[in-house]
């Protein structure tokens, strides 16, 4: 089955960049939607972006608060997820999950909008934290 370990986080001051990678373990040659959350201390779990590529199309998400500083992207080999944050804020400071969700169907796939938390993903990492001051 598969398995996720990020790492990559830590703390910066604000302005800063910071490159988080999820190792990706055991996934099958279908696809899979793969989407970075995060928890800010106190509140609750937030999406903030996601990919998917399959049933002949693709479509990449970000939440409004990080469009233009953040990217999400795969290695070719597909068995790594990054998220490249760049002009990071205090703001974003939170614990960081990706997470993945196989997709064999059609009816389940996370199109038009790719939005994660319209998806109940099934598998999760055990979180990376990253501080911004």
């Known amino acids: 089955h598969v398995q996720l370990v990020e790492s990559g986080g830590g703390s910066v001051q604000a302005g800063g960049s910071l490159r988080l990678s999820c190792a990706i373990s055991?996934?099958?040659?279908?696809?899979?939607?793969l989407a970075w959350f995060r928890q800010p201390p106190g509140k609750e779990r937030e999406g903030v972006a996601a990919m998917y590529t399959g049933f002949g199309g693709g479509n990449i998400y970000y939440d409004d608060s990080v469009k233009g500083r953040f990217t999400i992207s795969q290695d070719n080999s597909k068995n790594t997820l990054f998220l490249q944050m760049n002009v990071l804020r205090p703001e974003d400071t939170a614990m960081y999950y990706c997470?993945?969700?196989?997709?064999?169907?059609?009816?389940?796939?996370?199109?038009?909008?790719?939005?994660?938390?319209?998806?109940?993903?099934?598998?999760w990492g055990q979180g990376t934290q990253v501080t911004v001051s």
């Open positions: 055991g996934r099958s040659n279908e696809n899979y939607f």
């Open positions: 997470a993945a969700d196989r997709i064999t169907e059609y009816g389940r796939s996370p199109f038009p909008t790719c939005d994660p938390t319209t998806q109940d993903f099934n598998t």
